[in-house]
């Protein structure tokens, strides 16, 4: 039975309603008095000096009413990377040199549309064209030629951490069987349904409001405030609904810049829109990776040790590149238990438009690597591939030095469950029928400990007020991307309250009225935001419990409840007032003053990675066409422990949404990116899976109580992604015989019609 | 991307529209539905025309209609009328199924039969069908009319035989005889009503003995334009039609087909492929005669 009124129940989005009737206001659909377009002038060269820029002509262009450069004074740096400015290495706007194709390089503001990109081509850019490195090998030659002068072998050494722990060496040398593998994956792109966008309005003298498509609102501040020389609170930042964010929108854009700085000199609102083919060419993508994994199990299929060797294409600036690389040999000591373990991560600058964070940080790159290779081991020691994973995954209480102490693990049960749900056992066993079946394991951290940008405020915050007639305002700078969070967090604080879904308005998405919240990154919503709002709510209820108490005229024995749209003597109902009664309580007693609770969460002393970890475990079933050579995933299963599941029609979403793009990185999607050049900007020749690819789709929910999350939550936004691509390949492994080393698998890899390629 | 300014002309006949065109020549491009031709004015690949003559002021060029032992399909009928025209299905449900598996519905709601042929693209779904059917087009000029085969108005990739003033007003193709069938197998690894990596049309008809009397196959995708496969004709002709007969057939387009590799597949999967769906189109339409 549910303990809960409001918490475990599919509680529709409240958001619903405007996004599905079309009247959600998205940054694009705002429009101001006088608002002026912007558009950007982008680098043709992967590599490039800048001899001259000359924007007179532009200038002159009836319509046009300002043009910026890199020259102008804009030059600060733009980054996240407050704590480790040695990787703040990207300017609004090029001002000496090009390092991708795409780079932006001027902006202009006009009266509209057309007139801008009129403008556009009239800026003269001298450019001197460079050699540039395109592959992670011609990067790393020795005297490659360098992206950034300081850095030899295009290899930036404080984003090249090593970790290890325990004695990999002393691990392999105990080992009964010891295999080293090297994998293969290829840039893919977030594909948002919305694109990138920025209306910005200048309000002299030194105040900037902006509404973005970010996911960071806070960060966005405080980097545009940097650039354009404001005070950090003299920027205002709105986010409007997000059409999708899968990791990619944590980071600013040179539209946030040039909006803010273009209007600053026109003194007019500036909207720059992004079109698809800057989406595509210059709006980040996930880093592409080679891995080596060395791995060494006993007889019986006890692993013993791990060592990982991760090169990232990281293009040509940073982005939120280092914490991909370094998660990226995280993801391997968090699902299964090693005694032994060593990483090097080397994320590589190339002259490729830049990569960034991507829905699993390095997750998908790390997972596939790991959970092919799990099943290499199980074949070469004749063992089912799901004994060798259950004798190995870590359980609830384990201590991760990478991580600290695992508070909740359902691994087993979800392997439990979704081999019997799959029929495991009793698949047909032998290979090359072209139906084939595998089960692989994720885990991915819930929320980020990390402090890059020095913030003095806690990393997540919240304030709810309460009214008389029983309703409440939430105000939270939690990043709803679509993931849900505003419906999330509603659910939390009605829930501590004893109020229904329906009694709280949610206003969010404004730094100049919310508390700080870091944003929606590192699957950190529900853990950090719904802290920091059931800590309000606490709060809140505290006071009303202060209130109502004498009137109810209650002694040390009793205690009080929220309940029901009622604070009362707890089992009693009649004991009590109304929930508005006992706000109108403390309304009077502080003379009038707002009625409001205020809570925080900072994961003090909780980990060094993340307070806990989400796990999940996936079945892919498929057919290969054996003349053909395509896949088709015929049903995708899933089990996932997100902790106690605050709405599970959400999480549903989330793990179709995954099996989704999932199913494109293992079949179908990559950016083809030829000497800097994208080939396939557009979604004709970028293949992702539309409806029709979809597969038969099972998504279960192992019940496990974190307790560290709110109610017991953990994450369900990035963790179900990770194990989609090597739950469809081992299964095409186990259809035709093809093991796949490298995605995306192509039909003609299947049937064996590529020269270079071989499984 | 942005298109370049243009002047938009709007006759409302024909006769004008045609000397429209001759009057401003290769600087004019012909507007039907629009879903290529604007698509390729954003391309600064393209050329781009001064003038778009556009061809929706202009009436009785929406038809389908069955005309003696003919059916007659009107230029700038859309693509989503083709795929759901019960006269085309009842006759050849096959090339309303060619025009129900391209792009999407909004493209089908927009694009027509002759805009698909026009633009000339080497994976245009509508002419290897057609062209297995021995469809020909009705063509308009100031200088009077003709009809050609559409097997021979393509020219080139993008590329079409239309002279300068000339505008196709007109799709006709013979019913089906006896023992006669069409299949068209288009294929794209993803499922979605993607841009064809391969198409096949083949047109059978079997004599009174089960053997296949004439037969008409046609590659699309796999060279500059839609192509004929006579020597895989030439193995069914004259033949009882089976599993390996048809495979033969298929291993023979495989040499008649010059596939290019491109980002959506490669010349040599192509080639596998055109031997594959090859030999799948042959039975299904042979499937369809003796059913």
């Not at chain 1, 509404?211 to 409007?240: C, F, H, N």
């Not at chain 2, 089960?210 to 033949?239: M, Q």
Request: charged letters at 20%; a neutral charge; one cysteine or more.
């Amino acid at each position: 039975m549910n303990k809960f009124s409001v918490i475990g129940q599919s509680v529709p989005r409240i958001d619903g309603w405007a996004k599905a009737t079309g009247s959600a206001m998205y940054t694009d659909d705002l429009s101001l008095p006088g608002m002026l377009i912007g558009k950007l002038l982008r680098s043709p060269h992967a590599h490039a000096r800048i001899l001259s820029i000359d924007v007179s002509k532009a200038l002159a262009l009836p319509g046009v009413k300002a043009v910026i450069t890199g020259n102008d004074p804009v030059t600060n740096k733009t980054t996240h990377w407050r704590m480790r400015p040695q990787l703040a290495d990207m300017a609004a706007l090029a001002s000496d040199r090009v390092r991708f194709l795409g780079e932006e390089v001027a902006a202009v503001a006009a009266v509209d549309e057309d007139t801008a990109i009129e403008a556009l081509s009239l800026i003269k850019v001298e450019y001197e064209p460079l050699p540039g490195v395109f592959t992670i090998e011609e990067a790393i030659a020795e005297n490659a030629p360098r992206v950034h002068d300081e850095f030899d072998r295009n290899i930036n050494p404080s984003v090249s951490l090593p970790v290890s722990y325990g004695d990999v060496e002393k691990g392999f040398a105990e080992s009964f069987h010891v295999r080293t593998d090297k994998f293969s994956t290829p840039t893919v792109i977030h594909a948002y349904m919305e694109p990138h966008s920025a209306l910005a309005s200048y309000e002299p003298p030194g105040k900037l409001t902006l509404w973005a498509s970010t996911a960071t609102p806070y960060y966005l501040k405080g980097d545009v405030a940097q650039v354009m020389g404001l005070r950090e609170s003299d920027v205002r930042v709105i986010k409007p609904y997000l059409g999708g964010n899968f990791g990619g929108r944590n980071v600013p854009f040179a539209l946030d810049f040039c909006a803010g700085l273009l209007s600053m000199r026109s003194g007019k609102p500036v909207k720059i829109t992004y079109d698809r083919k800057e989406e595509f060419n210059a709006a980040g993508r996930r880093h592409a990776a080679r891995l080596e994994l060395k791995t060494g199990v006993s007889k019986e299929g006890i692993l013993l040790a791990k060592e990982i060797s991760v090169y990232l294409d990281g293009g040509a600036y940073n982005g939120f590149g280092p914490t991909v690389t370094f998660l990226s040999g995280l993801y391997h000591t968090v699902v299964y238990r090693l005694p032994n373990y060593k990483f090097n991560g080397y994320r590589v600058y190339t002259n490729n438009p830049i990569a960034i964070g991507m829905r699993g940080f390095c997750g998908p790159q790390a997972h596939f690597a790991a959970e092919t290779q799990m099943d290499m081991i199980a074949e070469d020691l004749g063992m089912d591939p799901v004994e060798l994973r259950l004798k190995n995954v870590i359980k609830t209480g384990e201590i991760v030095p990478t991580v600290g102490v695992i508070k909740s693990c359902g691994l087993t049960e979800a392997l439990n469950k979704v081999s019997s749900a799959v029929n495991w056992s009793g698949r047909p066993k032998e290979k090359g029928t072209g139906k084939g079946m595998a089960i692989t394991c994720f885990g991915q951290m819930s929320g980020a400990n990390f402090n890059f940008y020095n913030t003095p405020y806690a990393y997540s915050g919240a304030e709810i007020r309460a009214y008389p007639d029983g309703t409440l305002t939430l105000f939270s700078l939690a990043a709803d991307v679509g993931q849900g969070s505003d419906t999330l967090l509603c659910q939390i604080a009605a829930e501590e309250l004893g109020l229904k879904i329906g009694d709280v308005r949610f206003i969010g998405n404004d730094t100049a009225v919310d508390p700080v919240d870091l944003g929606a990154y590192s699957s950190r919503q529900t853990m950090f935001s719904g802290n920091a709002v059931l800590a309000a709510a606490r709060d809140l209820k505290q006071q009303l419990f202060e209130a109502a108490s004498p009137k109810l005229e209650t002694s040390v024995i009793h205690e009080l409840e929220a309940r029901d749209g009622r604070i009362q003597v707890k089992g009693s109902a009649k004991r009590g007032m109304t929930f508005g009664e006992a706000v109108m309580c403390v309304l009077r007693a502080k003379g009038g003053k707002e009625v409001s609770g205020f809570g925080t969460y900072t994961p003090r002393g909780k980990g060094t990675a993340t307070p806990a970890v989400g796990y999940g475990v996936a079945a892919a079933e498929v057919e290969v066409n054996k003349e053909t050579g395509v896949t088709r995933v015929t049903r995708f299963t899933m089990a996932h422990d997100c902790g106690t599941n605050i709405n599970p029609m959400a999480v549903e979403g989330q793990v179709y949404g995954s099996i989704q793009m999932g199913l494109g990185y293992a079949l179908s999607e990559k950016l083809i990116i030829d000497k800097g050049r994208v080939m396939n900007a557009n979604f004709l020749d970028y293949k992702m899976p539309s409806t029709l690819d979809m597969p038969e789709m099972v998504s279960f929910a192992i019940d496990t109580v974190d307790p560290e999350g709110p109610f017991g939550a953990k994450e369900s936004g990035e963790g179900p992604i990770n194990c989609v691509a090597p739950a469809i390949t081992n299964a095409v492994y186990n259809a035709v015989g093809f093991r796949v080393m490298e995605l995306p698998v192509r039909p003609d890899d299947i049937l064996g019609l590529r020269k270079d390629k071989k499984g | 991307m942005r298109i370049t300014k243009f002047e938009y002309l709007t006759p409302s006949s024909l006769e004008e529209a045609c000397l429209v065109l001759q009057q401003h020549g290769s600087q004019a491009a012909v507007l039907a539905g629009g879903t290529d031709l604007l698509v390729k004015m954003k391309n600064p690949r393209h050329s781009h025309p001064q003038y778009v003559v556009s061809l929706k002021n202009i009436q009785g060029l929406e038809y389908i209609r069955r005309d003696k032992d003919m059916l007659r399909i009107g230029a700038l009928t859309k693509l989503d009328a083709v795929a759901n025209s019960e006269v085309i299905k009842t006759a050849y449900s096959s090339l309303a199924f060619a025009a129900d598996n391209m792009a999407t519905p909004q493209i089908r709601n927009i694009g027509t039969i002759a805009g698909n042929l026009c633009n000339a693209a080497r994976s245009a779904d509508m002419a290897p069908p057609l062209m297995a059917l021995e469809a020909l087009l009705n063509i308009v000029s100031p200088q009077g009319t003709r009809t050609i085969p559409v097997d021979s108005f393509f020219a080139g990739q993008g590329k079409n035989t239309l002279r300068s003033g000339e505008i196709v007003t007109e799709v006709v193709i013979p019913l089906p005889p006896a023992r006669f069938a069409l299949w068209y197998q288009k294929f794209s690894p993803r499922s979605a009503r993607d841009i064809a990596a391969v198409g096949v049309a083949v047109a059978l008809r079997l004599d009174s003995g089960g053997k296949c009397e004439k037969c008409r196959i046609f590659l699309g995708a796999v060279a500059d334009t839609p192509i004929r496969a006579p020597l895989s004709e030439a193995v069914i002709t004259g033949n009882k039609i089976d599993e390996v007969l048809a495979a033969a057939a298929g291993k023979q387009a495989v040499s008649e087909c010059r596939p290019i590799d491109d980002n959506r597949a490669t010349a040599d999967y192509r080639r596998h492929i055109v031997g594959v769906v090859t030999k799948d189109a042959i039975l299904e339409a042979y499937r369809g005669v003796v059913a």
